[in-house]
């Protein structure tokens, strides 16, 4: 790996220093491996509006911007680097898409910022039952809602964790910033253990192993409502729970 990231570092010197069409090129083709994969990983928040193939020109686009702006001294591996800058320009894409019915979208804010008060106020994950009783609605709707926000929610957590991706690969030199990625990946993990069992399976399923709802849904014998409902439900808890550490504990 470090050789490898060696051999990138000094084709880009290379290139910036040439301004070889060619070269540049050949680094795009050399990671378009990162950028499918990262489009793929994704896929469930843009499958109703987006192709594929369009996101992954995204991705090429910010590869190409990640090859330009790279600053080898800056200390991160540029496969690190250009994933960071892939998956925003995939969060941006989907964003600029405005795929959301604004009732989702506010309902979404509003479940949202109803979970933290309920969290920090009990100090732990609030209940469906709870979360219904404080938005008023009965707990039938807001199962009904959770499924339909789980996208938006999606979003909202990539966001949060993206420049800090729990696929992110560990470097082989620690640093003072891969100290900080394990720690959140530590931090995370942690979260994603104190799940319950059917949230921590939906959200290894999705985010480590890649399933599409409907594939979530066949390996657990249920519907992608149910599906949507469980993720949701989990991305709540991880929000509540991560927020404190990534706007306070990274500052």
């Known amino acids: 790996m470090e050789t490898l990231t060696a051999n990138y570092a000094e084709q880009i010197a290379l290139y ?11 680094i795009v083709l050399k990671n378009m491996g990162l950028v499918k994969a990262c489009a793929l990983s994704m ?4 499958v109703k509006f987006g192709e594929t193939d369009d996101v992954i020109n995204e991705g090429v686009l910010a590869l190409m911007d990640a090859i330009e702006t790279y600053n080898e001294t800056k200390g991160a591996k540029f496969e690190t680097y250009a994933l960071l800058k892939v998956r925003g320009a995939i969060i941006d894409y989907i964003r600029r898409q405005d795929w959301i019915p604004r009732n989702v979208r506010k309902f979404s804010k509003t479940l949202d910022k109803a979970n933290s008060i309920l969290y920090n106020l009990n100090g732990r994950v609030p209940t469906t039952a709870e979360l219904a009783e404080y938005l008023k609605i009965s707990e039938d709707k ?10 938006t929610l999606t979003l909202s957590f990539e966001e949060l964790l993206y420049e800090d991706n ?27 253990g104190e799940l319950k069992d059917k949230e921590r399976e939906v959200i290894t399923l999705y985010y480590y192993k890649n399933f599409k709802y409907s ?8 519907t992608e409502g ?6 949701s439900k989990a991305v709540l808890a991880l929000k509540a729970k991560l927020e404190p550490y990534f706007k306070g504990g990274l500052d």
């Open 16 to 26: 910036k220093q040439s301004g070889d069409i060619a070269l540049r090129n050949d």
């Open 43 to 46: 896929r469930n928040m843009y």
């Open 142 to 151: 807001l199962l009904k809602m959770m499924a339909e926000c789980s996208r």
């Open 166 to 192: 729990i696929n992110e690969p560990s470097v082989d030199a620690p640093s003072d910033s891969e100290l900080i990625r394990e720690e959140t990946r530590k931090v995370i993990a942690d979260a994603i």
């Open 215 to 222: 594939d979530i849904a066949k390996a657990l014998g249920v």
């Open 226 to 231: 149910r599906v949507c409902q469980i993720h």
